[in-house]
């Protein structure tokens, strides 16, 4: 499975942005998806998941109520809509996916990162 995120870039505090993942060569409804982050000198972390069809997401603290992440296993794509960003927001974002059903767990396959700047 192939991933490709898009969608970062430059933002105001208080901005929104939306990343984007595409997904190609698997069965993208068997997949869980999730957005992780790794900002300078901080160990990556799971920011958001999503479960293969959707019913279940997962978000760490820090973004709940700002951030929402969705998919459409149609297209083969999530995607991770952030609001309300914040300067502590900024990272390099990476979309990932894994085989287990849950959205907590090792993940299996990893897109190259999106660079999020939040600007104060």
């Known amino acids: 499975v192939q991933l490709q995120a898009s969608g970062g870039g430059l933002v105001q505090a208080g901005g929104s942005l939306r990343l984007s993942c595409a997904a190609s060569?698997?069965?993208?409804?068997?997949?869980?998806m999730g957005w992780f982050r790794q900002a300078p000198g901080k160990e990556r972390e799971l920011v958001a998941a999503i479960t293969r069809l959707g019913g279940s997401t997962y978000y760490t603290d820090s973004v709940k109520g700002r951030f929402t992440i969705s998919r459409d296993n149609a297209e083969n794509t999530v995607n991770l809509h952030m609001n309300s960003l914040k300067p502590e927001d900024t990272a390099v974002y990476y979309c990932?996916?894994?085989?287990?059903?849950?959205?907590?767990?090792?993940?299996?396959?990893w897109g190259r990162g999106t660079l999020v700047t939040v600007s104060s």
């Open positions: 990932a996916g894994r085989l287990g059903p849950s959205a907590v767990g090792t993940y299996d396959y």
């Open positions: 060569g698997g069965v993208f409804s068997r997949i869980t």
